[in-house]
């Protein structure tokens, strides 16, 4: 089903005066899935034609991307199609986001292969990891994905513990590594190097190590 509120071409002309000022805009589903719109590429096309200094960007999990949207994205030069990521073992992944994991690396790598194909610099291809606990040697595996694939970067974040609460039937009381910040900081230190070694770039390009609160 399609959200009431879903966007639409139609209600952009009410936020022209608005839009017109603006230099780069993020197309969200808030705490949804911005695919399941079923106007996002008429939205997107829209916007790159009417407002063309815009930079667009959209975090995805990739589920709902299909080869006519990548097509459609690689044409008009959308800036920046970020996929959100943070576990590489089916079960983890299935645990932690619920979906198909090599579905997802596949149009991972059909969106690289065609964007290189296009001899076009965008969009920006970019995969999101909430680095914690329980998905922490995970991101070794994607590193291993990501190998010979032309992502621009793997974006390294910390998840907190504040807005979900993963630790429900798990054996580790504290997910995140703000729990335990030296072993935190020496896993960012391993996982620097492993990518290093393996030649997939990491974002930001030193690690983000953790501070006490």
């Known amino acids: 089903a399609i959200a009431q509120n879903a966007l639409t ?3 952009l002309e009410q936020y022209h005066d608005w839009l017109k000022r603006l230099f780069s805009l993020e197309l969200s589903g808030a705490t949804g899935e911005p695919f399941i719109n079923p106007k996002f590429l008429d939205i997107v096309r829209h ?3 009417r407002y063309p200094w815009l930079v667009l960007t959209t975090t995805t999990n990739g589920s709902l991307i299909t080869e006519k949207h990548i097509d ?3 044409e008009i030069g959308f800036d920046r199609l970020l996929f959100s990521v943070h576990a590489v073992t089916p079960e983890t992944y299935r645990d932690l986001q619920g979906h198909d994991l090599a579905k997802i690396l596949t149009t991972i790598r059909m969106c690289a292969e065609k964007k290189r194909a296009s001899g076009r610099r965008s969009p920006v291809l ?3 990891f ?3 606990k329980l998905n922490a040697d995970s991101i070794f595996s994607l590193i291993d994905e990501m190998v010979g694939v032309d992502i621009d970067f793997i974006h390294v974040q910390h998840y907190y513990d504040t807005r979900n609460v993963m630790k429900q039937g798990t054996k580790i009381e504290d997910i995140s590594f703000y729990h335990d910040i030296e ?3 020496r896993h960012l230190d391993r996982v620097y ?3 290093r070694e393996k030649g997939v770039p990491l974002y930001p390009k030193t690690p983000m190590y953790l501070k006490p609160l």
């Open 72 to 74: 459609t994205l690689i």
């Open 126 to 128: 970019a995969i999101n």
């Open 183 to 185: 072993a935190g900081n």
């Open 9 to 11: 071409v139609a209600d």
């Open 47 to 49: 916007l790159k034609t």
């Open 130 to 132: 909430a680095l914690n």
């Open 193 to 195: 190097v492993y990518a």
